[in-house]
């Protein structure tokens, strides 16, 4: 089955700690992306790649890592949390060119207290 | 940046009715796409169009590029209650890359 799998669901932990959310696609796409997702602001993107080592930052890139060392993994990181990054974050990606994520991954809600 | 104003931001449907949502924006955009978000999940592609004037059907869902490329419809006929969710539509401009600005979604709800 074709999806987007992201790891955890769900995450609570402390300002400071690092954090990694992982993310894979199995259906051998080159762009994959990161969004952010808050009330009545939909979603923003955070980072994006376009293929292996070629990444580049989104609307809300600030706070935020990525790496991109092989094509089915996109994985997001979170160097020292703060509250403001207490959100939904969803990874994408396609087979086509950005600006058409066809597939989405099921979330990762995130609380930083 | 750009942005995109998509309304209603809630709606209640009944079951049988047509029900209409609208994205709007001050620039133009080559593409617009239209997404559902069920709860706890993800958003999924509904439609996507590519051409100014385009009306694109996907099962009971229909969708148009309008023709200035600033705005965007989405309808849903006869909606059911697997209908609820949120809603969102997106567009990219060719010349800041493609880049997706999505608009703030349309709660979709069932009239108690």
């Known amino acids: 089955e074709a999806q987007v799998t992201q790891n955890p669901r769900y995450l609570i932990t402390v300002t400071g700690k690092k954090l990694t959310v992982t993310c894979s696609q199995n259906?051998?796409?080159?762009?994959m992306s990161w969004y952010r997702q808050d009330p009545g602001l939909g979603l923003r993107q955070i980072y994006y790649?376009?293929?292996?080592?070629?990444?580049d930052k989104g609307d809300v890139p600030e706070g935020y890592k990525v790496s991109r060392k092989e094509k089915r993994n996109f994985p997001l990181i979170l160097e020292s949390p703060s509250p403001n990054q207490t959100s939904l974050y969803f990874c994408?990606?396609?087979?086509?060119?950005?600006?058409?994520?066809?597939?989405f991954g099921q979330g990762t809600r995130l609380t930083v207290v | 940046g750009q942005q995109l104003n998509q309304s209603p931001q809630s709606m209640f449907i009944q079951e049988g009715e047509d029900v209409s949502m609208n994205c709007t924006s001050s620039?133009?955009?080559?593409?617009w796409l239209w997404y559902k978000q069920d709860p706890g999940e993800g958003p999924v592609l509904l439609i996507a169009?590519?051409?100014?004037?385009e009306l694109t059907s996907n099962g009971r869902l229909t969708a148009q590029f309008g023709i200035t490329r600033k705005d965007s419809f989405l309808n849903i006929s006869a909606s059911i209650p697997s209908d609820v969710g949120i809603y969102f539509c997106a567009g990219s401009i060719k010349a800041a890359g493609n880049k997706l600005t999505f608009g703030g979604g349309t709660r979709v709800l069932v009239k108690p």
């Open positions: 259906m051998n796409h080159e762009y």
């Open positions: 620039s133009i955009f080559n593409t």
């Open positions: 169009l590519y051409k100014a004037g």
């Open positions: 994408a990606s396609s087979p086509a060119q950005r600006g058409t994520e066809a597939f």
């Open positions: 790649s376009m293929n292996v080592e070629v990444t």
